[in-house]
């Protein structure tokens, strides 16, 4: 836009000085006409002075003076015409002047006037992947702003499957997942990456608050079948059978991915931690690691410090609690139903951090939370310093609310509180 302006206005003062030109030199012209004219004047004056004195009308004294005055007329007369001249060519050199000025000034004032009153992060893909990438780490006005700017720029540039990718991201970051959804669905009408794809299952089912049963375990077994190996879609369908408690399915999945991640990879000792999880959950032996275990194996004596430093922390990161349903609801509630007991962020997201489940018929339940009911791994109930906990009743045995559910919820509650007393008083609202 800057070059386009600067190129009108040059043509327009390059116009201006060619006009100017020619009308200097017409000015020249018209100019040298005036001189010539004044000096045949001046020669006919002449004449007839010299006449007058040969008719004894003039005496020599008169004819000089009069030759003097004419003299003196010529003069001013050339004189103001030269004037005229010399000062039209310098006239015209002032556009020149602005030119340069221009050529200058308009781009330095366009950039201050955008970075004032524009958006600049909106010019830079990668910068806004990076603060998408630490959500965590910038305040909810930064969020907005970042995503207001990318919808500004998507306005004008609809195709721009970066810009869409990142508007996706900054709203689920920002927790919108609704408008992360819409945007991830632009951005795969763009382009049928299954990456993106895993994505957009795991952006469903958080709007699903964390079930994955219908689309996004459909976009996970479509990817999968392209693709056995797709370590996204392994990792997504592990943790989701795990927040089904399918640790079967979970094991199983896992243990693929294990297979195609590197020894070296800084996610495999992660996801070791999580295959080790699900055995001891399904009740099997601790299968060896692909981890270089001699570089993490620790001497004994450190060992034994580090095991008992592990049981504090463990201690210290477990809710507890009991679980009961009023006389008044009792008629309400079958003793098929499902109990879920979770805990959540205080504020946030709603996935759950930790859930245990069991049957109406076992209430009053005593439960506990910790890391090894985790849903997922890689969001753990001891990286929370105080959570919220709920209990939800349902008939129809799946975790997202349904209408009738009954259920009680708690907030905050500290981690390493214990003796809870969640009684179930009314429906769920």
């Known amino acids: 836009m800057v070059v ?4 009108v206005i040059c043509v327009s003062l390059w116009r201006g000085s060619q006009l100017g030109a020619d009308a200097s030199h017409q000015a020249q012209e018209n100019a040298d006409d005036p001189v010539q004219a004044n000096a045949a004047v001046y020669k006919d004056q002449i004449h007839d002075l010299e006449k007058e004195y040969v008719l004894g009308n003039l005496s020599s004294e008169e004819l000089q003076i009069a030759k ?3 003299a003196r007329r010529l003069l001013d007369d050339v004189g103001d015409t030269a004037q005229i001249t010399k000062s039209t060519p310098q006239a015209w050199r002032a556009p020149w002047i602005w030119v340069m000025g221009f050529v200058f000034l308009v781009p330095v004032a366009a950039s201050v006037m955008y970075a004032v009153m524009g958006q600049p ?39 721009q499957i970066d810009g869409w990718i990142m ?55 479509r990817v999968l079948t392209a693709d056995p190996q797709h370590l996204n879609a392994l990792l997504l369908a592990g943790s989701a059978s795990y927040s089904e ?12 991915a294990r297979e195609v991640v590197e020894p070296a990879s800084p996610d495999a000792p992660e996801l070791d931690r999580a295959i080790a999880q699900t055995r001891e959950k399904m009740g099997l ?18 060992a034994t410090s580090s095991v008992g430093a592990s049981n504090n922390q463990a201690s210290s990161a477990r809710i507890s609690g009991r679980v009961s349903v009023i006389k008044e609801l009792a008629d309400k509630v079958a003793p098929t139903d499902t109990v879920f007991v979770f805990a959540t962020p205080v504020s946030g997201s709603r996935m759950p951090l930790a859930i245990v489940r069991t049957t109406a018929d076992k209430l009053p339940f005593d439960f506990v939370l910790d890391d090894s009911t985790s849903m997922n791994p890689a969001a753990k109930l001891s990286s929370m310093a105080e959570v919220t906990v709920k209990v939800r009743i349902s008939k129809s045995g799946q975790a997202m609310a349904q209408p009738g559910d009954l259920g009680v919820s708690l907030t ?17 609202q």
Request: proline content about 6%; cysteine-free; overall charge negative.
């Open 245 to 256: 408690l399918n640790y079967r399915s979970a094991l199983r999945f896992w243990e693929r």
């Open 4 to 7: 386009v302006v600067l190129t």
């Open 285 to 302: 032996p601790s299968a060896p690691t692909r981890s270089n275990a001699l570089a993490n194996a620790p001497t004994s004596q450190s």
């Open 121 to 159: 992060l909106a010019l830079n893909p990668a910068a806004l992947q990076a603060e998408a990438e630490q959500g965590s780490d910038i305040s909810p006005e930064k969020m907005t702003e970042m995503a207001t700017a990318l919808m500004r720029r998507l306005q004008d540039e609809p195709n």
């Open 68 to 70: 003097d005055e004419l």
């Open 167 to 221: 508007l996706a991201r900054v709203q689920r970051a920002r927790e919108h997942f609704d408008e992360s959804d819409e945007a991830f669905r632009k951005a795969l009408a763009l382009s049928k990456d299954d990456n993106l794809a895993i994505e957009h299952a795991e952006v469903l089912a958080q709007k699903n608050q964390g079930n994955f049963a219908g689309q996004p375990w459909a976009i996970i077994q």
């Open 412 to 428: 905050p509650v500290k981690l390493g509180s214990s003796g809870l007393n969640l009684m179930v008083r009314e429906p769920l």
